[in-house]
């Protein structure tokens, strides 16, 4: 059980479901000596403390995921060089850029899945023991695909991941699947598991919607926070909702959030290098303590962090449920 995760009480005047930490963002976009932003970044509980995988484009703007260790997982201290993989499963292959990282523990290891370069993109997979030495496994799928997000744990004896199909280019488009594997270097039994919204019910989520942090188990069932996007006269608007998943198959959904928990309304997500974005990859929680800290990239630039009791948060999706 995670005790110090990051937290900060809702403030007294606020009603909402998911409220901001009050000195966000917690990492800006010149954090380490060559970065041009540093955001769409995943945590996880490390030793003492946490450990994290961070996006960092640099000033020729490419993107690399980096390291990064804290004691209190709001200050951190990245790493200033990339990752350097060493060969997994199989040979190492090609990776023309890895961006919007996810890691999770399972069994006796650190997973990490990421947006990989390889004719376009595609979703890249590695783990590491320490968070020092890193090894890169074969590509999920075949271009084009996004968001690949492993669960935590084995369901039914096989690896699980969602990920989201898509273009080799700004999609404009894109649906939540689900893929199995028994070794995490095959991947089958693909099943559809959430699409877009009708615009007249929820256009938030509308354009295309792709899983964000690691799902976590509850009572109800397996909490997936997502993002969905609107296409605006002014592009793609990028939000934040959650749905409930059946635990024993993942692929059906119980419930799934009409309103979003979480919409670009700060200064920092309202403007940067990409207005109007707010990107969830990581949480972290303490189910005894009902606390849950959301990180997540906003407007493509600096990251964030979010608040909300685990508790709320299960009771909002149900009670307002497409
Ligand atoms: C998506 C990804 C994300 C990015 C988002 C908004 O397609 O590239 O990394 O945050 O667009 O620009």
Redo the contacts with the bound molecule.
Sequence with gaps: MVTNIPWQERPEESNEIMWRYGKNPIINRYAIPTSNSV??SAVVPFGEGFAGVF?CDNRAVQ?NIFAGFSKNGIDWEINPYPIAFKAGNTQMIESDYK??PRVTFIEDRYWITW?NGYHG?TIGIGYTFDFKEFYQCENAFLPFN??GVLFPQKINGKYAMLSRP?DNG??PFGDIYISYSPDMKYWGEHRCVMKVSDFKESAWQST?I?AGPIPILTSEGWLLIY?G?ITTCNG?R?SIGAALLDTDNPARVNYRTQPYLLAPADLYELTG??PN?V?PCAALHNEKEDKLALYY?AA?TVTALAFGRLSEIVEFVKNNSL
Aim: proline share 4%; glycine share 8%; charged share 25%.
């Design positions: 955001f769409n996006r993107m961006y919007d947006c993109p996004r968001n898509s700004h999609t295309k792709g993002h996007v793609f990028y290098d990409v974005v990107f990239g493509d």
